[in-house]
Every structure is written in C-alpha cells, then in structure tokens.
C-alpha cells in the first residue's frame, strides 16, 4: 500500500516558469512533510519542509503548499532554473508515532532552458 | 557540523555472496538511523530504522539484515544475495521526529 503518492513520474518546464510538483498521502496520521531533491548516483538532498499546522512554507525560490483536508501537498519553484532538473521525492511522517520516513515514488523535473 | 559516510560508492557481487555495507555518521550523538533502497525506475523504500544501540526495526521481509553496533554505526548485511538484492542503498540519518533526514552518498549494488 503506498501512503506517499506522486502520481506524475516526470514533469517539463520551461526556464524562468513555475514548476509544480504534487504529493498525495492516504495516512491522516503523517504531520510532518519534506522535499527532497535528487541527482543521479547521488543521496537526495533536503530541500524543504512543512508541519502538519501550518499550510505554507516558504524558503527562497521553493514553496511548499499543504492541504490537510485533501491530504494533499505540492512543491512550487519559481523561477525555474536548468539546475533544478532532478528528481524530486515527498515525504511524510508521524511525529508523534513511529521514526520512519515514508517516500514517494518521485517526479523527474526537466527545465527547458 | 555532522556529516554521513557511506561506502563503498559501487559494489559488484555474484549471487550468494554475502553483502556488508557500513554508514557512520559525525558530529552528533544517538540519531535515528535508516536504510533505504532505490531500485530502477522507483521510489525510496525503508529498509530498516534504529533509534538506539541495538535497536532495529524491519520494515520489509526479505534475506537482509541490519545492526547497530555502536551508537554512530549502522550496518547492512546479507548472508547471501539474490539478483533482486541489486540497486541504490542509502542511509540516512536523522536528530529527531519533527526533522529532516539526511542521507549518505549511496551505494550502488549489482548482483551477477
């Protein structure tokens, strides 16, 4: 059963646009959320991260948005630029319950330069 | 500042051969620890986690084991390795619920 969604695999972006990356989790228990940006044959990068009582985070160019009643989390990244081609994983976990982080299966965010 | 190390960066075993894969990490005392596995074309799956010196949990059956023998220490093991044992190990490391993980370089594992 996966609990962390990311239902589109790949996404492409034109430089200087918005990207949007979507999440969707099935466990109304997750409160705490991060993104994690990957390179190939490398260990993914924290990028950002958002609890479960606040709606929005914000740190330079990425934003996360996050939807309790839908369940629902994306990550914005404005201006897109070519270095931000990777893929990108949501995460979730149960602060007050188990130290584990679930993942997602990742979107691959291509920026057209 | 603390710092993950992983190794090795590649490794190639035949089947049945027996697997170790090491990650220690710096600068900090009694994290949380996790093994997780990337295999092609999906998503970051949870292996094992540990929240203290001999404490392990499993997340998904299978012929790999994990220990913790020291409080920075944390070890991937295999007595003998299946074909479908080949992809991207990661550890990572985290202070507390609440917090981000980070995560070691990785290890790519082929099984022949």
């Known amino acids: 059963d996966q609990q962390v969604k990311q239902n589109s695999p790949s996404l492409s972006v034109q430089e200087g646009r918005i990207s949007i990356l979507n999440c969707d989790y099935t466990n109304s228990m997750f409160d705490y959320f991060l993104w994690y940006k990957k390179y190939p044959a490398e260990g993914p990068t924290f990028l950002i991260s958002?609890?479960?009582?606040?709606d929005k985070n914000e740190d330079g160019r990425f934003t996360v948005f996050l939807n309790k009643s839908a369940k629902h989390l994306s990550l914005h990244i404005v201006p897109s630029q070519p270095g931000d081609s990777a893929v990108y994983f949501c995460?979730?976990?149960?602060?007050?319950?188990?130290?584990?982080?679930?993942f997602g299966t990742g979107t691959r965010l291509k920026v057209l330069a | 500042s603390q710092t993950i190390h992983q190794w090795p960066a590649t490794l190639v075993q035949p089947v049945g051969s027996p697997l170790s894969l090491e990650c220690t990490v710096e600068g900090t005392s009694n994290p949380n620890l996790y093994w997780y596995r990337q295999a092609a074309g999906r998503g970051l799956q949870l292996l094992f986690y540990s929240v203290g010196i001999g404490q392990i949990s499993s997340e998904v059956p299978q012929n790999l084991s994990a220990s913790r023998p020291q409080d920075r220490q944390f070890i991937l093991s295999s007595k003998k390795l299946l074909l479908s044992d080949s992809g991207f190990y990661l550890c990572?490391?985290?202070?507390?619920?609440?917090?981000?993980?980070?995560f070691g370089q990785g290890t790519r594992l082929t099984v022949v």
């Open positions: 995460a979730a976990s149960d602060v007050s319950g188990t130290y584990k982080y679930i």
């Open positions: 958002i609890s479960s009582i606040k």
């Open positions: 990572a490391w985290s202070v507390s619920v609440g917090t981000e993980a980070f």
